[in-house]
């Protein structure tokens, strides 16, 4: 047996696990998980665990309903603190099909596959998120909405209450092998951020859904809800997924060039000439829900014009300034579109998808954006030669169903199926009548 | 006595020639599976021509399930500092080329030592760390660590020498083997998630040495 399978097995019957999930993730990015006892742990890795897939979104059409959970014996992690100080265990899988081909609907695999794309051209992808969220009062959607309940809200539960949950919080993330860079409190009342200290990207695919589980207990244990909507809150700032990404090629940091502007290799201005160019055709991926768009305005420190700026918050794609003496290894590129509602597999897919074919194509990054593009963007038509992101997800929509580039990256199974639910939410959104208007017709007309 | 299992196949026909001639029975055995099915007295691996499989070979001999030991590796005299950091994978070496009487008083040796003094390496303790080796588990003050299974691994090689510095090459072609990709970030990665894991007040056990690599526990050399 391979000896990673051993060390699981081992440590499962040493600390006496009782239950050992098995996880994975749907095509919009829900955690997914099968429980399973630790005996058939062994079973499972050997011949996988048969489940019906249909039942799930995004998976298997009903006349290939089955599909089988291979878990991945190095990603398997103690998770303590559960209920009654019980030991429990997670085990990301991957999905196959009954005759042993990758599950085309397994957005882990997706991101698998365009990994190793990268791989044959020499590139490994770190990742390092930025996660946002609020802790609310409760998940009543009715208070959640009005921005009057949420300063009352701040009101009541003090800063130090939520900065202990985010103690909390933190604390159980490190112990589970998520280092956390720093975490503060965001601009808006309420709001936190989490950045995560570099990874590969499949890791941090994979913290990040761990993340998103771990924010959603802690906060329930203290009798809160957190939420990783967008734009939860009217008038405040949404939460967004900033993402830090760079290019190594073996221990090299493939973004870093001494000579080049701002530390820039021809690899990394072609990377991120790759992303803005496809950033309106990836921008569904990034940003999946009709909330996304919400965020994605001017006035919120959101990007909203596709560009690029070395130090200018209000751009897609930053360059930060790297501390000196680390330039060699902190040489990145910041994507800010990203929000924390997404399917990080796809997401991250779809960026490096776009950064590869800027690197492949050659392609010539523009020049810098100079002016602060959110705070003194005016309604209306963007400056000359500014394209702006879609505005929303009908749009995002239609850039993305018109892209080779997408439609490769996800696969033909997941980007019909992603379209298909997506065009459908839209409509929902579409037929329904919002209170904006009820308050702004209902007297007037 | 089972036969001496010899590594690669097939191994070099003097290794084959000495062994027959000092009266041990050998059998070549190239992977895992094959060292697996069998059950044997002790193990000769040559490092002369393909060192990193050797060792990887020979660490894989260490493991539970295999169990074979002793290991008594061959290496070229230009190797010797290759020996380095790899003390956990065999219990003794010859230099090789060998002397027939040499090789055969070495394995004579090994194979008559009492078979309990070599458990003692079971668990690896360095100040409030203690690794068990045969159950997987580690603590630091008592308190469980929940390692992933490279985590494990990292701290092991670590914890198995203490007080020198690796550099991020050595780590990764030690402990992950030659055949990982993935570049040496990997090793920085692994190790902020082995400081997260030990907390705060235990982080310090492993440190940064800036520009070289790291380094668990204190230096040697005060």
């Known amino acids: 047996m391979e000896q990673q399978q051993s060390y699981v097995l081992r440590t499962v019957e040493e600390r006496r696990v009782r239950l050992v999930r098995l996880w994975f993730t749907d095509v919009l990015g829900q955690l997914k998980s099968v429980a399973i006892s630790p005996v058939e742990l062994e079973t499972a890795f050997e011949e996988g665990v048969q489940f019906d897939g249909s039942a799930i979104d995004g998976f298997s059409r009903v006349q290939e309903a089955d599909v089988l959970a291979f878990p991945d014996a190095s990603s398997f992690q103690l998770m303590p603190g559960g209920e009654g100080g019980e030991m429990s265990a997670r085990v990301f899988c991957d999905l196959q099909n009954l005759d042993g081909t990758p599950f085309e609907g397994d957005p882990r695999q997706v991101l698998k596959r365009n990994l190793a794309r990268a791989r044959e051209a020499g590139f490994t992808l770190m990742c390092a998120p930025e996660v946002e969220f609020f802790y609310l009062a409760s998940d009543d959607a009715s208070q959640a909405l009005q921005p009057l309940d949420s300063a009352s809200y701040f009101d009541l539960t003090t800063y130090d209450a939520s900065s202990n949950i985010r103690r909390a919080t933190i604390q159980r993330l490190e112990a589970t092998g998520i280092p956390v860079e720093y975490s503060f409190h965001e601009d808006a009342p309420s709001q936190h951020e989490i950045d995560l200290r570099y990874s590969d990207a499949l890791s941090m695919a994979d913290n990040i859904m761990t993340l998103r589980l771990v924010v959603r207990e802690v906060a329930l244990q203290h009798g809160v809800h957190a939420t990783f909507m967008p734009k939860p809150i009217a008038g405040v700032q949404g939460s967004g997924m900033h993402t830090h990404l760079s290019l190594f090629r073996e221990e090299e940091n493939a973004f870093y060039d001494p000579a080049g502007d701002a530390n820039l290799s021809a690899v990394a201005r072609s990377f991120v000439a790759g992303v803005l160019r496809h950033a309106g055709e990836i921008t569904a991926v990034t940003n999946q829900l009709v909330n996304s768009y919400k965020r994605l305005v001017a006035g919120f420190e959101a990007p909203v014009h596709v560009a690029w700026a070395r130090n200018n918050r209000s751009a897609l794609v930053r360059i930060p300034v790297t501390k000196r003496g680390k330039e060699a290894v902190g040489t990145r590129i910041e994507y800010r579109s990203l929000d924390p509602a997404c399917n990080p597999y796809l997401a991250f897919s779809a960026l490096l998808a776009a950064g590869l074919a800027g690197i492949e194509g050659g392609y010539e990054l523009g020049p810098e954006a100079v002016a602060n593009l959110v705070d003194g963007a005016p309604p209306g038509p963007p400056p000359a030669g500014l394209e702006l992101l879609p505005g929303s997800l009908a749009e995002a929509l239609d850039r993305m169903e018109a892209s080779t580039l997408v439609r490769e990256t996800l696969g033909e199974h997941i980007f019909e199926w992603f379209l298909r639910n997506k065009r459908s939410e839209w409509s929902d959104y579409k037929a329904h009548v919002s209170q904006f208007e009820l308050d702004r017709y209902l007297r007037s007309w | ?222």
């Not at chain 2, 040499?102 to 008559?112: I, V």
């Not at chain 2, 997260?196 to 007040?201: C, D, F, I, M, S």
């Open chain 2, 1 to 222: 006595m089972e036969p001496l299992l010899c590594w690669p196949d097939p191994p070099p026909a003097e290794l084959v020639r000495a062994l027959d001639m000092a009266g041990f029975a050998s059998t070549a055995v190239g992977d895992e599976a094959t060292a697996a099915a069998g059950t044997w007295s002790g193990a000769v691996i040559d490092a002369t021509e393909d060192a990193e499989g050797a060792f990887a070979f020979a660490r894989a001999l260490r493991r539970v399930e295999l169990g074979v030991a002793p290991v008594l590796v061959l290496v070229r005299g230009s190797q010797l500092a290759d020996l380095a950091g790899r003390h956990d994978a065999f219990d003794d070496f010859c230099v090789s080329p060998f002397h027939p009487v040499e090789l055969e008083a070495r394995l004579a040796h090994l194979l008559a030592r009492d078979p309990l003094a070599a458990n003692d390496t079971e668990t690896v303790v360095y100040e409030d760390l203690v690794l068990n080796l045969e159950t997987y588990q580690a603590t630091i003050a008592g308190r469980p660590l929940d390692l992933t299974y490279m985590e494990y691994e990292l701290l092991r090689f670590l914890a198995q020498n203490p007080g020198r510095v690796f550099t991020r090459e050595t780590l990764l072609s030690r402990v992950w083997g030659y055949e990982y990709y993935g570049g040496a970030r990997t090793v920085d990665v692994h190790i902020r998630r082995l400081r997260a894991k030990l907390g705060e007040e235990h982080a310090a056990l492993i440190s940064t040495v800036r520009s070289v690599g790291y380094r668990l526990g204190e230096t040697r050399w005060g």
